[in-house]
């Protein structure tokens, strides 16, 4: 299916976004295959750092893993971003980096709930999930090139909006705040904290992230599963400097996860 490029997004232009959000440019989709893809696209004709591609609808929209995600039009925010860091932080802080960021200004909309960041690439509201984010990089020899990062942010939806699939795992911003959030506001406020936060990114986690990071943790403290190239289980203890999942096994051994897919256990 061809993309088909949009001249407006909730009613204003390109151009409007880009100043208001303060973005070197924003690209707009009607409908589109994927985010991430156009956006790679644009990073390889040497778009700057903050380009940002939003579409109405992603067509083959995907998570982590090449796992689908819906996307359907009028009720989420679907965007993506070319990111071009002055260092390239360990892969797995990217998307810790990103969803601090982004949970911080999502919590402007949904107050008193409070976002949480799910290791590695998830935020939660209400124990269920809200977004997700994919983080893609390059490099250019031996020094990073660009990072495309990739958001899908539930906003509209109501309960029936998801795919059967989800329903009982996933939620929107609606949902939980009980309004309407601007969609238009929603993805300002997020793409501007990101861009902020790829800019001059740090090499580890700072002891104020690790702090924040903490307080919004979805998994510290709880029973889980991680599943991957290599499969354990235990009881989560935090998130590492460089961004890796702390876990101490049914054996008591502290263990270092640097991927993999995790589900809460009972």
């Known amino acids: 299916m061809t993309d088909v490029f949009a001249g407006a997004w909730e009613g204003i232009a390109a151009e409007d976004l880009a100043a208001r959000w303060g973005l070197p440019s924003v690209h707009l989709f009607a409908r589109v295959r994927s985010t991430n893809d156009a956006a790679r696209g644009l990073a390889d004709g040497g778009a700057p750092h903050g380009t940002l591609v939003l579409a109405e609808e992603q067509t083959a929209g995907r998570g982590r893993g090449g796992r689908a995600w819906a996307s359907p039009p009028g009720v989420g925010v679907w965007m993506s971003m070319v990111a071009r860091p002055a260092?390239?932080?360990?892969?797995?802080?990217?998307?810790?980096?990103?969803?601090?960021?982004?949970?911080?200004?999502?919590?402007?909309?949904?107050?008193?709930?409070?976002?949480?960041?799910?290791?590695?690439?998830?935020?939660?509201?209400?124990?269920?999930?809200?977004?997700?984010?994919?983080?893609?990089?390059?490099?250019?020899?031996?020094?990073?090139?660009?990072?495309?990062?990739?958001?899908?942010?539930?906003?509209?939806?109501?309960?029936?909006?998801?795919?059967?699939?989800?329903?009982?795992?996933?939620?929107?911003?609606?949902?939980?705040?009980?309004?309407?959030?601007?969609?238009?506001?929603?993805?300002?406020?997020?793409?501007?904290?990101?861009?902020?936060?790829?800019?001059?990114?740090?090499?580890?986690?700072?002891?104020?992230?690790?702090?924040?990071?903490?307080?919004?943790?979805?998994?510290?403290?709880?029973?889980?599963?991680?599943?991957?190239a290599h499969e354990t289980a235990g009881t989560a203890l935090g998130v590492s400097p460089a961004g890796a999942l702390l876990l101490r096994d049914v054996d008591g051994v502290l263990r270092t996860v640097t991927s993999g897919t995790v589900r809460v256990a009972g």
Do not use: Y
């Open 87 to 228: 260092s390239l932080p360990a892969p797995g802080l990217l998307p810790l980096l990103v969803g601090l960021a982004a949970a911080e200004a999502v919590d402007g909309f949904v107050r008193p709930a409070v976002t949480q960041v799910k290791w590695p690439n998830d935020l939660q509201l209400a124990g269920r999930k809200v977004a997700g984010i994919l983080c893609e990089g390059s490099w250019d020899g031996a020094r990073p090139g660009s990072i495309v990062v990739g958001i899908g942010l539930n906003v509209l939806h109501a309960p029936d909006d998801f795919p059967q699939e989800v329903r009982e795992t996933a939620t929107s911003m609606r949902i939980v705040a009980g309004w309407s959030p601007p969609r238009v506001e929603v993805a300002g406020a997020v793409a501007a904290a990101v861009s902020r936060a790829l800019k001059d990114p740090p090499p580890h986690l700072t002891g104020a992230m690790l702090d924040a990071l903490r307080r919004r943790d979805a998994l510290e403290g709880r029973p889980v599963r991680v599943t991957g």
